[in-house]
């Protein structure tokens, strides 16, 4: 089956700096890589997603990139604000196969 | 808005009880998802289910059921619960056509006493 792991576990940046967390996968079949913020006390949320025929998909200050030949893809948020601070989940599935696979977490925490 | 909702937020029972955690959406959502969270291992999949009385196994199915007797309610059951079943449970829905996107309930954190 895939396996998604994910760097760092946590990551401190201060606010106005620029974060990334990294994905891998195994699965050369997985076509679709969401990632998913987590507040404390909350379910994960949606925050971006990106499809294999995309390299690259920006919204505000969250962008995503892919490379299918190294199979990793990675959440880039520039202009950190406090809000930001939270676990972030990278995630793959397969093509028509709605289940996901995610990697570990990153806690991301954005000092003032 | 979009609403997935678990019965309980914190669990405690006793090893060998029988647990039942609950889900329900309220989206008219096809797809739903049971999946337990716990530190440094993200979330795994336990079961996840298509349609009414339909459920798929997922990577961690050992040691618990699932029921979806309505579309919009799937029950998660830990037949004789352990200690090693304390965890985060998390419950999520999905449209089953266009966006791939899971919604997710609170979670229920469970402790096996």
């Known amino acids: 089956g895939e396996n998604v792991e994910q760097h760092p576990s946590t990551l401190s940046v201060q606010e106005g700096d620029s974060a990334v967390i990294k994905c891998t996968y195994s699965?050369?079949?997985?076509?679709?890589f969401p990632w998913y913020k987590q507040e404390l006390g909350k379910g994960p949320q949606l925050i971006i997603d990106?499809?294999?025929?995309?390299g690259e998909k920006k919204d505000q200050r969250i962008a995503v990139t892919l490379n299918k030949t190294a199979k990793h893809f990675s959440l880039h948020i520039t202009e950190t604000q406090p809000e930001d601070s939270a676990v972030y989940f990278c995630?793959?599935?397969?093509?028509?196969?709605?289940?996901?696979?995610f990697g570990s977490g990153t806690r991301l925490q954005v000092q003032p | 808005d979009v609403k997935v909702t678990q019965s309980s937020r914190y669990l405690v029972k006793r090893t060998g009880e029988k647990v039942f955690l609950e889900c329900v959406q309220d989206?008219?959502?096809?797809?739903m998802f049971w999946y337990r969270q716990d530190p440094g291992l993200g979330l795994r999949l336990i079961y996840f289910?298509?349609?009414?009385?339909?459920?798929e196994k997922g990577d961690i199915p050992e040691g618990y059921s699932v029921s979806r007797e309505k579309k919009e309610r799937f029950s998660l059951i830990l037949e004789s619960a352990s200690t090693n079943q304390t965890s985060m449970y998390l419950c999520?829905?999905?449209?089953?056509?266009?966006?791939?996107?899971?919604?997710f309930g609170p979670g229920t954190r469970l402790t096996v006493t």
């Open positions: 995630a793959a599935s397969i093509t028509g196969r709605r289940a996901l696979t």
């Open positions: 699965d050369s079949a997985s076509n679709y």
């Open positions: 990106i499809r294999s025929n995309v």
């Open positions: 989206m008219d959502h096809e797809n």
């Open positions: 289910s298509y349609d009414v009385k339909m459920k």
């Open positions: 999520a829905s999905q449209r089953s056509r266009g966006n791939y996107e899971q919604y």
